[in-house]
């Protein structure tokens, strides 16, 4: 480490006088204009995690569903997970270590995680589309060659496109070419054979995709985009995709901001179609977030009535999906679902008790849910907010595709054969809004399904999301998958006592991972008890947890 370039280098991105930032699940977000030395100094943790693994490792400038005038950073691990939690430290530490100590920090890092200053360091650089992303990549790569390390920018890529590219990498191809056409190869390949399948006479157990001619208008997706980086790649994706999927991009970026009232978040919160999408009864519409690892679907009934089909739907569908296969196929699987304290009530009944499938809660974040999907030999997980994906084990996918090549019994090796497809559709790095809608589309014509059969399969509880400002959020502490407070003292009692006056009511509070808010979520049998639930929930908050402000008011 040469300690002269590194002065002169930091100087040329100084740190803002008494700003201080954490890492966290999302990595570092924030204004744009904040961010330059943050953006230099995870140049500089990206090559010593490249040389600490050793590995390849990715580093993401993009602030996903925030504002356009935002922007954050992550870095992607050798298997394209997220960054390791104990490096999650060592990041908040480098991104607020004063000018002076910068050399001090790096050093005390290369201790900690035994880093060898002398190995080769490669990282995969990647960014969103907005107007800061550029300079602020430069930044990243000053980091990176300031301490020796080499680079490769493959410039504007979605979130989960730059996940799989590091896996490639890591895998030595095995998972795939860590390019974009590889990328688009690979899924576009496993989406055709799919459908082909659905045709084929060997395919005894999909008899309604052969019945699936009823109209071209079963064909036709409408995304909106997010004004993001979604757009431009699904527009190069196209025309890798057969004619039997026709997408229409909408909200593309030439006109609007990003994430400006329209995306997948925008969607789910507001519970209303984005602006700049033209929705028609029965037409069948998705949004991808800003950087495409999110998905919701959605549409309007003959009535005009908006329908969100979210996260827990989506999982929900190909948890049917795969269970039928993994039954035809005959193998002792452990399949699973991994969801959060934000699941409607009605997905977990509907998989608990109808589809017979395990349902296991975790802590809100996706590296806890792909954490606890790695335990199953299949493992599928959403959140609400449409992110999510499938994770298979290494053993299960071995004999899968060793099913495909010597199985004898026609129906156990098709069943294989969707499988092995489904597999190489999913990325199963992290969640992918351009794969995630591939694998719906394929599961709604195989199965012959309409968008409104899909969103009948159970009746969403009505629910309701409120915040409540306080002092400091730290005084609600959780436990239980953050389903039960443990303090402030009295508050999980007087839920408790609250939640017994409603029907088919829970309702939990958990503290905001980057506000003084407290987050409130509360569901019952209609929408008038959900709403009077998470109002008098609210106010119990206010009044035992340090409420700031006056007080929360009725819905």
Known sequence: MDPEALRKYSALH???????????????????????????????LAVLRARAVPATIGVMVTASHNPEEDNGIKLVDPLGEMLHPSWEEYATQLANAEEQDLQKVITEICQKAAVNLHKDALVFLGRDTRPSSEKLSQSVIDGILVLGGQYHDYGLVTTPQLHYMVCCQNTQGQYGKATLEGYYEKLSKAFVELIKQGESS????????????????QRHLKVDCANGIGALKLSEMKPYFPQELLIHIYNDGTKEKLNHLCGADFVKVHQKPPVGLDMKPNERCCSFDGDADRIVYYYKDATGHFHLIDGDKIATLISIFLKELLAKVRQNFKMAVVQTAYANGSSTRYLEETLKVPVHCVKTGVKHLHHKAQEFDVGVYFEANGHGTVLFSKAAETKIRQLVKEEKDDEKREAAKVLENMIDLINQTVGDAISDMLVIEAILALKGLTVQQWDGIYTDLPNRLLKVQVADRRVIDTTDAERRAVTPPGLQEKIDALV?????????????GTEDVVRIYAEADTQENADALAHEVSLAVYHLAGGKGAPPQPI
């Open 500 to 512: 017994k006056k409603y029907k088919l009511s829970r309702a939990f509070v958990r503290p905001s």
């Open 202 to 217: 060997l395919c005894p157990f999909f008899p309604c995709a052969k019945s699936h001619s009823s109209g071209e208008s």
């Open 14 to 44: 100084p740190k803002p006088a008494g700003l201080a930032l954490q890492y966290g699940t999302a990595g570092f977000r924030t204004a744009a204009q904040h961010l330059d030395h943050v953006m230099f100094r995870m140049g500089l």
